[in-house]
């Protein structure tokens, strides 16, 4: 049978309890959220949902054809133009998902020839656009400029760095500074993930590289997706001018993809304006992180202190991580559940993410629930 060999595989999966399954979520979910990448608590904010309603009804229910053909609609480049100022770079691209975004970025800046020095750790997408550049990946330690500076050697031609500023797995942050000295001291290009840092890191949410201080700098390229603290959809690549006119001119999953949707673009773009009026949105997800983290920790439970919303929790083994999450939502909670092959290193953990809007009780309530439940 053409596809047989499938069951073994699900077989394989099913032994080491590893089957991943879609649950679909009720609109009146009454489970307390500390799974989902809502950091500012945006994604059902009013004016959010009017942003999406109002740009659905002006410009359609998609936006009919590649952004190089139908798909630019003036919404497209207001947003692309906030986001950027925002950040504070020269200029900004919106792809219909972060994703695409970073495929578009890697494999644009590491051509043919050139050297691409990717963080062990980086995220899927990352991983996806070395595999899929034409240029030469080396996979570096994790967080370390000192092996950064050794992979830059002397290579001649293009090299970029590419790195999450916010590693999604355990929530902790990149040296940015001391990883853009590395990139300069061998002229070599930086392009940073920021998909978990805007709207949590820097100014108001401006952003890990805004934190770092290498917003607008000419060697810097920043991705980030529209899906987590702005409460939408789709992704983009802010840097030089130079780079974004390059990334429409050859980067595929810009040319031939449709592009973003109105809905998705006007919501974002509510959400940043949001932002911009009440930037005390981002300190608040912070420090909510870091009230769970202290809770957690007081409670005999073994997380890592979040350097953004990402707060990271040891479980004892793949099935324990399953099980421990199971019994939180019985229990009236939703956490995230990372286990192989999702986590490089093979450490199975409860991902919980910290909202803006989650008040003293319900962070005090998701601690008891995780501490009762441990497994
Ligand atoms: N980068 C990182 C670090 C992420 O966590 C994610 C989302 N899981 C993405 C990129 C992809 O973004 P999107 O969901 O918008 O495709």
Known sequence: MAFGWIDEQAELRRRAGLVRTLRPRPADSPLLDLASNDYLGLAHHPEVTEGAAAAAR???????????????TELHTELERELADFCGFEAALVFSSGYAANLAAVTTLGPHGSLIVSDALNHASLIDGCRLARGTTQVVGHAAPDAVRKALGTHEGPAVVVCDTVFSVDGDAAPLAALAEACRERGAGLLVDDAHGLGVLGDGGRGAPQAAGLAGADDVVVTVTLSKSLGSQGGAVLGPAR???????????????????????????????LLRREPERAERARAVAAELHARLTAAGLEAVRPDAAVV????????GAVRWAAACRAAGLAVGCFRPPSVPDGVSRLRLTARA?????????????IGETRP
Do not use: K, M
């Not at 050859?250 to 031939?256: E, K, M, P, V, W």
């Not at 989650?358 to 601690?367: D, P």
């Open 312 to 319: 990271s929790v040891r479980a004892p083994s793949p099935e």
């Open 357 to 369: 809007d989650l008040s003293g009780a319900e962070i005090e309530r998701a601690v008891q629930v």
């Open 243 to 273: 780079v974004v006119d390059h990334l429409v001119n050859a980067a595929r999953t810009f040319i031939f993809d449709t592009g973003l949707a109105p809905a998705a673009a006007g919501a974002a773009l509510a959400a940043l304006r």
């Open 58 to 72: 002006t410009w359609g229910g998609g936006s009919t054809g590649s952004r190089l053909v139908t798909g630019t």
